[in-house]
DNA sequence: GTATAACCGAGACGGTACGTCCCGTCTTACA
DNA sequence: TGTAAGACGGGACGTACCGTCTCGGTTATAC
């Protein structure tokens, strides 16, 4: 329903309507409709078994390309997919203060990822031991966003590779 | 009226009563809320003459700390300030295409600044000639708003430093 | 819609559906069910110009006699015309503390037309000076809304010159 | 709780939580919020061992004035005690025709008691042995119930005079 | 100096969705 | 096995705003 309508002419009485359900029922398990959209979203790409890509590849130049284009593959279409639900979710987030702590969570959740990829870095010495190492995965997560927000450009390896390059390249030891 | 009330509780309603004016008074001259706000926000912003540092240091470190310091200052508080104004037009502009393409404008229009900045750099031998300067704006912008969006980290020196550090290091000649 | 579906299943939301009206507009002009109701019935009633016959025909039962009639007539069948509007804001008065105060008046207003045919049967002392009018316009509408009410009896002539014949022996100049 | 909250907000949710009781057994034992007011009226009246005067006291007036009194006694606070249930119930009865079948069938075994007092007035010829003494019973009870529903006007000695004098004068032998 | 038009506040209107209450039925988990 | 607790599908409530639409009562202009 989410691609169908957009998630501003998606309603609770919609949904419930839908679901051949009471309103009520639907307040009964999610405070709101940023709620309900959240677990759908997590529960969607975890049935679907897209996991992310964690295996150590051996080198953080690897490892960072895998991860970032995993992630890009799944938001290159800004109209539909998993994007819209996080444009969607991110809009929420900045509307409504108590469901941006849930939504920080869930984003959060992906940036573990890239830190070990990074910690991993470090500790082989492909990068400065003394990087931030949170810093850097606002930087790429950010640059991600920036993109899917604004749909000004593609999300393409071309721009995978200036960020990963930039990255690693900026962070190099010595 | 958006600090006090947040975007999503401000009402065409509401905003009309406190100015003292007819609705239709206020749809005769913009399109929606979003469109409202975009331009309250110009009117502020330049009406403080609060404009960007574009002067030329000699350094595209100095020239872009100048610039990204400048932003960081106007958003540091996320609640209070431009902040709010932009972090509800960047949420404005995911619930409604109409709006997107207004809001990228603005929105890109400080892109020139940054560019003319890495444009400078590539000049003056400081950047690789081929790196790709829309998207290293996209980086720096990208990893401003990340932090103002999910208000996870500051917007502090240090985070400046990681990123101008990494965009230049990242991208230096040969 | 009052006698197509009862004033318990009338609700507000199909009135306004069935006028084409958004509920607002209702709540705008009517307070609840109940005072919408008693202004339908008020102008069905004073339309249909079914006045009540006040002409003085000489004789206090003759003109008593006419009057209740007329009440009886407009209420003999309990299941269509005025009688289920009656019945029915008599109810919500039983509900509702501030519709009784408005119901009251109307009730009242049909009580002055029995005043007066009381008050002419005095002064021609076809009636015990200090009989109590009030008390005995009581009896009159009490009588007749009992069977209206609990529905266990008709509203048949032998009844109405039950009460007439009781009310006016019983109150007979010594 | 009906004098507390009144019967319209009276629910069968808040009875049961009240109830410590879960809302099935509530329906297992009652069809609906009427017939529990009512057998919890009959249970009241009757625990209260409030039964109304039935004693033959030799004369017809005595007899009805007691009754009658009885009745007022019961119903003079509109606002408490007996007169706030029997207004529900007779609200009940014009809103829900079922309700109002079980209803009459309580409020007829009350005629009795003022029937067997009219038959033993007509048989001691106190009275036309022709009246019709159930329409008698309707004026003295139509009487009563007027008041008590419009709460125009006091249910108090001066009233049940007017009607118990009326009554049998108007209906005296010959 | 007055008639006439443009404007605008105020807010009613048809409409959508909200979040809540309660209905009467169904399910669960404990005693 | 029965029952408290309460979830469920459902209907209606009364409210908030939406964007559109009349209204009068000013101004401001043209005659």
Redo the contacts between chains.
Sequence with gaps: MLEEL???RLSIEAIAARAGVGKQTIYRWWKGKGLLVIEAFAHATSARATELPTADSGSVAEDLRRLLLSVFDRNAHYDRGAAPAT??M???????REF?AT??EL??SWHGLFLRVLERGKERGELRPD??S???V??L???????V?????PLDK??AD??I????????PD
Tied chains: 1, 2, 3, 4.
């Design positions: 957009g998630y501003k444009k969607s991110m809009a929420e987030a900045q509307l409504d941006l939504f920080r984003v959060q990087a931030d949170a810093a850097l606002d930087l997560m950010g640059a991600t966003w920036y993109r927000l604004l749909e000004h450009a071309a721009y200036t960020i390059r930039t990255v690693l390249e900026g962070n190099r």
